[in-house]
């Protein structure tokens, strides 16, 4: 079974997710810089959402890259994981309306937690069908970003009932550590061209 | 005529559906969790229906694997199908918003059952398509399952009157009995390209 | 220059007009009949619209078979239909929910008549592509229906201010003559396949 | 690394983006024509935003005509461009439902004017991944049109203070500059398949 169909369904769930969050933002009724003013939170909670979807279009498209056979398994692990991802539009709004406050910050570390172990489900179960030699395990070797990204998810998450500012650095801290493509991947793909 | 297209428009559809039922969860502009809590049956209920519509993503993707040739028929067919399954944000937001009281309750059954027999249809108008060799029609055997989510369906949709949560639970069973992937399928196909 | 990310955007853009058309049928807060009571007119205008959209995505289809190389004309003859189609769910929602009164009526055979007239361009857009041999030209013969229905929609709009239950009568038998998919331009197709 | 997948999530977002444009048209419960009336600056704010999100779905189809070879570079330069893309649909609701008064006015070309420098980095993003003999270079050209249009949409932000009449003139004077498809980039193409 081909994985045409699960590329198109997921850029179309993506695409959708990532264009929705933009309505969170109300067109202000107000036509002057005070009726703007309430919007910069959502709009930076906007940016930061967009640049996680995008990281995660990013590396979705690199593991799906490595496989080549599409299993009930992998169907189930990456409709999960779009699941969180649909999520996002929510909690960016709630984070991004109420001002990054202390609950909200907290709900928008727990969707990031759950799409990044979703993710790593995802991962692990395209690495099982591809056996013994899997190019996709071959290519995130040690997966340090992988490992560290959910424990700094959940310190945030903790930090936002204390600093929520804080908490929301840590979340940017994780978007830079992803912002770089995973060339890992991208090398082991080329090597396996070769 | 291809079928590429069909496929690319109902995963469009798809991935919009299962996308904007995120917005009848609207962002409480309270920041406490006293906020959230009417939340809960809302995301409950989209839950149930993000399962569904991947179930039905699911199968359509394995039942359009055995059909090469679109007809006039199967494009109306599918429209259908997806006439139905457009309705789920609806009645997803409805029964969630009055916490799966009784009337909204049978009304997602409604829709539940319509989209089991607009699918039913898709199936035979393939399946006609094939001619008496249908790949379809063995691979679907005695499609049990098929036949038995409309009668549980309508004993969702007239339980929902005296008990809304039997009503539900029999929706969630039937979610259960599908989300194993229609292997019969999986092996037919694999047999046929052997 | 080929014609795939065409049909790709084309389908993006339909699956989305016919999705979004139903947040128009706002989630009513009441639990009981009473609630959906107002709902049925924007229901009735929604399965119309709906009919419609398919319509136009299974001709759009058919026409676009018979086309193999797209210019830049036909890439804003396309946008301009999909311009007036992107109003679907405007006039579906301003119609269903003022219960088919004058004006929405009216307003309502406008975007179809504007849209049937933008199919018209994309049609002889790409039939003048095609040169004197044009396979497009052939599949649609005289075109009755292409010049029907125009009448009827003006027809219809006029009707509007009198009667707009018989003018969404004339709506509804133009789907109906559409509903039928465009087999002449499958004969052809297939003849020039043999 | 093919650029499938890029084309298709380019695709779907701005689909995405010039449906939910007409969204900002919130059906008017009032069914007479004084209903409408505060609808007209959003009908043609909408209209001239439909133009943009076409040119430059238009320009990026030619564009990535010229490229084979997709880098992590080019991915999130295309994400960059996306992203305020994807604010159109929140500049335009401003601009129409205030009436195209001044500052709704001026953002509204700040978000034309990041777009256009989004896509001259993308441009420039891709002709440095092709190399000294880059296709997308020779095709370009001098590239005037390029060049002109952030200077004339900077003109546009500060004459929306004074007038912001002339300053959407200025804005609807670049969209007919680009109106006409990119086909030096035709051209060069033709020529290097011939």
Redesign the interface.
Known sequence: ?GKT?L???S??????????M????K???D???AG?GPLIPVFLSY?LS?IYV?IY??NH?HML?TCSRVT?GI??AN?HL??WL??F??AT??MG??HF????TA?YGVVLLAAAIAYWILQQTIIASQGPSSKLRIAIGNDWKGKLSPALYTMGIVLSFFSPWIATAVYIVVACLW???D?RI?RV?QQHDA
Chains 1, 2, 3, 4 share one sequence.
């Open positions: 079974m169909r590329e198109a369904f850029d179309g769930v993506l695409a959708i997710v990532i264009t929705i933009v309505l969170e933002m067109v202000p009724h036509a002057s810089l703007l940016v967009f995008g279009w990013n498209h890259h009930g169907l189930w409709l779009l699941f649909s999520l539009p929510f709004g709630w309306e109420n406050s202390g609950l909200p709900l912002l770089i493509p060339r991208e793909v």
